[in-house]
């Protein structure tokens, strides 16, 4: 079914909680909508796709074009040799997925517990925590055209995934992310992921222990969107050159680095932490005392508020360590 809200408010429908409209919101159910929705000509205007709003932030106050947001809740199981199937639609709230398929035995996503995201914004952004990203799950991708209205399946491999990105995260992207499937284990399959440090103390590792104990560091670290409206990791963390690595682990002995394809990774949240921002405050737009890498919505925050706040935390830390932050979110304007 399609439902259709004109001026429609969307504080609920991004998790950093900004005040802003939009022309209409639409949403549908069933993925058989979309094939409805292109023949309307939707596609033709401007369109955002929006899942839980957890990675985007309105830089103003009136979207002038479509929402459109994703009921659908598919789920197919089948068991292939020692691995299991899953197919999951894009309207799946992710934990309440990750959760799912735990109870279905399916195994693989736990370490991916407790983050903010659709299924579908979850492929889009390929996301990522403790040693774990979706990509890594995934066989496929079926999408849905907007220039056709057609549907077709994307291999994982042409999907160009990366660090926190995908095809589908660039603004302006004409596919839909519509169905993931998974390729995941079954309990004889399983095995943990326990690279992170704080995972590697949990004597006989169950998936069930596991998704608890990320639910619990996350629930620690994190604040809760729905409480102190935020994004989660607001930057990504900056991949730099083994010599400038070496340089800054000269300087600052301290300094976590790890290995990355191209270079060495740094932690965002220890860069802004150590030039002296975390809990720094703008009016109503913070750096979260929790967690460095957070920016929130103290209340009353705008997107522009938002934006002037990582401005100035991406140019200290420039300045203090020559390192550039950039934006993990999407700002929308
Ligand atoms: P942490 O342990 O304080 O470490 C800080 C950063 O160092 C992490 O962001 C992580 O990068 C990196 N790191 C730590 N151990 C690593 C290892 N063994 N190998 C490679 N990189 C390592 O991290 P944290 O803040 O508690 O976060 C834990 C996990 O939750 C991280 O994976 C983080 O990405 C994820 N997280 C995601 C969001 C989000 O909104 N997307 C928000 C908060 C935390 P990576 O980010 O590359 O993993």
Request: aromatic share 8%; with cysteine.
């Amino acid at each position: 079914m399609i439902t259709t809200i004109e001026n429609a408010s969307l504080q609920h429908y991004n998790t950093f909680g900004i005040k802003c409209t939009c022309r209409t919101l639409i949403t549908y159910d069933s993925l058989a909508d979309l094939e409805e929705l292109h023949a309307q000509g939707v596609f033709k205007t401007r369109w955002l796709h929006l899942g839980a709003g957890a990675n985007t932030l309105f830089d103003c106050d009136h979207f002038d074009g479509v929402i459109l947001h994703s009921e659908c809740t598919g789920f197919a199981r089948s068991n292939a040799g020692a691995k299991v199937e899953v197919t999951a639609e894009n309207g799946w709230k992710w934990d309440d997925l990750v959760a799912k398929m735990l109870s279905e035995k399916c195994y693989g996503a736990e370490n991916l517990s407790g983050i903010p995201a659709s299924l579908g914004g979850a492929v889009v952004q390929n996301i990522g925590a403790y040693g774990m990203e979706i990509s890594r799950l995934l066989q496929s991708v079926d999408v849905f055209d907007t220039r056709t209205g057609e549907s077709r399946t994307i291999p994982c491999g042409e999907c160009g995934f990366a660090y926190r990105t995908s095809m589908f995260k660039h603004l302006g992207s004409p596919l839909i992310v519509a169905s993931a499937r998974f390729s995941l284990s079954g309990p004889e399959s399983w095995q943990p992921a326990l690279e992170y440090a704080s995972l590697r103390d949990i004597a006989h590792p169950t998936p069930e222990k596991l998704r608890a104990a990320v639910l619990s560091q996350r629930g620690a670290k994190l604040p809760d969107p729905s409480v102190i409206g935020n994004a989660g990791s607001f930057f990504v963390n900056p991949v730099v050159t083994l010599s400038q690595a070496s340089h800054l682990s000269d300087e600052y002995p301290g300094m976590p680095q790890y290995p990355a394809p191209n270079g060495v990774k740094l932690a965002a949240a220890w860069l802004i932490e150590h030039a002296g921002l975390k809990g720094y405050r703008m009016g109503d737009a913070a750096v979260d005392d929790k967690n460095a890498l957070v920016l929130v919505n103290l209340g009353h925050a705008t997107g522009a508020g938002i934006l002037a706040l990582a401005t100035h935390v991406a140019n200290t830390v420039a300045r203090k360590f020559g390192v550039t932050l950039k934006p993990e979110v999407n700002v929308i304007r």
